[in-house]
Every structure is written in structure tokens, then in C-alpha cells.
């Protein structure tokens, strides 16, 4: 009965976000599919926000999908229904019990940059949260998030060493406050950074949203933008896999994407069939683990999540605010990608905090929890282990 309920108001929750949050003008076959080269699929508005929405053109839409690898790649045919989805609902203002207790932050968090200036490389703060004060406010995919995001980055070659991955509830407000401390000292001038959060986000009154760490308290998006000031890298990737995640453009200058799951003024969704937000499951596994973006760049990446949405599921695409001259490149230069690792020797990563994983019931395409090895400071390559 508890889980008809919860099915219930998720759909109509669902029902509801899709009639007053984005409206896009679409084509629609027979059954149900949008059609993705169709040029009526380049409108759209957010009633919410009362901005343009960027669709992506009719040429971008056939290009951004490559054919699939395998028959068994994800196709209409065999994706998990949309009745399986959960909202990313937004944090309460009291949560309905306490914060289970902290469990200890990696230790690198704590280890000095070797360098005043900062290092050059790829460096990165990860983040997932499922487990909120209390019972009734749990996630259900937000580490399974963050553990893609870091396989990700393993697959293009950043070292365990640059690879900060924050857990359940090792993720405090005060952690996450010094994980950005952490990502200024370490990335110098000539590096990429990375700032991923997959949770709850509070919305705080018009144009105001905050993270809501582990333990119930907040980091405003104002507050973040002003640690982020003192970020010296030359480009920057914000991920932001929750409600509200376009919200955070106070966060955006010069050299710096921000992503978010869901516009300013819209909730975010889950899958029980992904086990993942669609955010990631299309931009982050999809496009980049399985390789099927055209490229390793966050706008190729982008891009093929915006197109495979807009076929699949059309009122479920991500945002994208992009500052950056050029594009945003997440391999390290001089390592080329290595091939996708199998469920069972997944890349090495930083370990702690507990796994979280999605629940839901899986469809025939839903993908495994990513599994957490512990952490050794050492990196994964064509089968190979370097340690640092």
C-alpha cells in the first residue's frame, strides 16, 4: 500500500511539474516518441522561469546519436518506464528526525598542495547523498551518481590522487565548505576543476537555493559562489543533479559550465529503472562511460544527453549555461580514454561512506549500482594500476 501511495504521488507530481514547469512545443509519433529531427522540437519556454529554453537544432539532434553499439543498447523499445521515476523532491524546512551520525571525510581532504600556485591536471570534488535526517526524505540515486561521475573521470584519466569523492554521511555542510577549499588550493591556472553534488537543494526564496549537506544544514548558492571566487583554474564544470540545479548560475564567469538536472524553478527526477537521475544517466554513463557522446567534452556530452532525452524523455532534459571559450575537455591531456571497466573491476576511487546505491525496481535496461572500492591513491588504464 506504502508504495502505491508513493508511486502514486510521483506520478502525479510528475503530471503536474511537466504542465507548469518547461513547455516545449514537440512532434510526437504514433506512439507517444518525439521525433527528433522535427524542427518544432527547437521552441520551448519555462513558465516558471519565464526564459527561453536552448533545444537543440534539428542537425545537432541527428548527430548527438550515434548509432547504437550493440542491439542491447537502450532504444524505445526497452527503456524502464516512466512510471518507475521518483521526484528529487526538495528538502523539507524540518526534517522529520535526526542526522545519522558523520562518518569520517577522506583523508586527502586534508593533504596540502604540493604547490602555493596550485597543480595543473584535472582535479575534482564529487558528492552523493541518498541518506537525509529522519525517514521520509531519503534519495534513491544521487551516490550512484556520484560514483558514475568518478568512473567517469577515471575512464579519461584523472588520477585517485585528484579525485575527491564525498559520500552519505561523510557529506556535512562544513565537509562540502571544505572540499571547495580543497579544489582552490589544488587546482592552479592551468587546470580543469570539477564540482559535482548529486542531493537535495532548498529553494530559499526567489533566486535563492542552497546544497543541504548530510546532516540537514544548508550552503546557500550565494555562499558557494563566493568560495568558488577564489578558484584559479582556467576551466570549470559545475554538476548540479538536483531540483533547482540551473539556479546556481551565481556560480558562472568566465571558463565555467554549470549543468543542472532540472531548470531554476523545477524539480529533478530519478529513475528506479536507471537507478540514477536522468541527468546522469544520459550525460555521465551513457554519454561518457559507455562512449556514446560524440567526443569527451562536457558539450559533447551535453549534447548527446539533450538529443537522447528529447527522444525518450522529452520533459525530463537537463540545462546548460556554458562560458567557456571553446569547449570543456574532462581528459587529461596526453592520456587517451581507456575502455569502459566491467561491473565487477570498476576503477579505483576514494572510498568511505557507506554505498547508498539506488533502489527501485530495475528494468531490462536499468544499469547495476556502481560498486566503491577503496581508496589507494592509484589510477586505472588499459587494465593497468599506477600508483602515485
Known sequence: ???????????????????????????????????????????????????????????????????????????????????LEYVIAPAPEQFDGPAAPSTPAPPKLYSPSLNSAGEGGTWAVIIGINNYPGTQSDLQGAVNDANDVNEALAKLGVPGSNRLLIREEQASAEVIRASVNWLNEHAGPDATAIFFYAGHVRKQGEGKEALVGADGKTISDGELASRMANLRARSTWIGIAACYGGGFNEVLQAGRILTGAAPANSLAYENGGFQRSYMVQYMIRQGLIE??????????????????????????????????????????????????????SPPPDDGGGSSGGSGGSGGSSGNPP???????????????VKCD
Not at 547504437?68 to 524502464?80: K, M, Q, T, V
Not at 525530463?316 to 581528459?331: A, M, N, Y
Not at 556502481?370 to 593497468?384: I, R
Request: aromatic fraction near 4%; charge should be negative.
Open 291 to 344: 562512449g556514446r557522446a560524440n567526443g569527451t567534452t562536457i558539450e559533447a556530452a551535453f549534447a548527446y544527453a539533450q538529443a537522447a532525452l528529447a527522444r525518450d524523455y522529452p520533459n525530463r532534459q537537463p540545462v546548460q549555461f556554458d562560458h567557456v571559450s571553446g569547449e570543456l575537455d574532462l581528459r587529461v591531456p596526453g592520456r587517451p580514454a581507456t575502455s569502459a571497466p566491467s561491473p565487477q
Open 370 to 384: 556502481s560498486k566503491e572500492p577503496e581508496d589507494d591513491g592509484c589510477s586505472w588504464s588499459f587494465g593497468l
Open 1 to 83: 500500500m506504502r508504495h502505491t501511495l508513493r508511486r502514486f504521488l510521483a506520478t502525479a507530481t510528475a503530471v503536474l511539474v511537466a504542465s507548469v514547469g518547461v513547455q516545449a512545443v514537440s512532434a510526437a509519433t504514433p506512439d507517444g516518441m518525439v521525433t527528433p529531427g522535427d524542427p518544432r522540437l527547437l521552441r520551448g519556454i519555462d513558465l516558471l522561469n519565464r526564459a527561453s529554453v536552448v533545444l537543440p537544432t534539428a542537425a545537432q539532434l541527428q548527430t548527438a546519436l550515434p548509432a547504437p553499439a550493440d542491439p542491447g543498447a537502450l532504444g524505445p523499445s526497452n527503456l524502464p518506464d516512466q512510471s
